[in-house]
Nanobody, 123 residues
Framework: QLVESGGGLVQAGEFLRLSCAAS????????RAWFRQAPGKEREFVAR????????VYADSVKGRFTISRDNANNTVYLQMNSLKPEDTAVYYC??????????????????WGQGTLVTVSS
């Protein structure tokens, strides 16, 4: 089970830190990722991190503003979001899967999902 937290309402330029805690199984060797879905739009990739944290990939839209990290001792992954923009408004979902990190490019590639946390950025 994956449970996200940390969403909320902020103004443009501010920051938020999302957390995704895992329970029920150990995800320490699994790739972990963040996706987001804005109203009326498809779910889109935000960032992913390899099992040991040594590799990360970001969507171009968040590169330089967002940072994904993980704490395997606590089975938790984080998304630090700085310089937030109104277009970052969405429900943010965390995901996990055991397949090869470099093959996990799209939402259907992931087998485990959280319920989502809403991030709203006002202008």
């Amino acid at each position: 089970q994956l449970v996200e937290s940390g969403g909320g309402l902020v103004q443009a330029g501010e920051f938020l830190r999302l957390s995704c805690a895992a329970s029920g199984r150990t995800f320490s060797t699994y790739a972990r990722a963040w996706f987001r879905q804005a109203p009326g739009k498809e779910r889109e990739f935000v960032a992913r991190i390899s099992g040991n944290g040594g590799a990360t990939v970001y969507a171009d839209s968040v590169k330089g503003r967002f940072t994904i990290s993980r704490d395997n001792a606590n089975n938790t992954v984080y998304l630090q979001m700085n310089s937030l923009k109104p277009e970052d408004t969405a429900v943010y979902y965390c995901a996990a899967d055991s397949k090869s990190f470099w093959s996990l490019r799209r939402a259907p590639d992931y087998g485990y999902w959280g319920q989502g946390t809403l991030v709203t950025v006002s202008s």
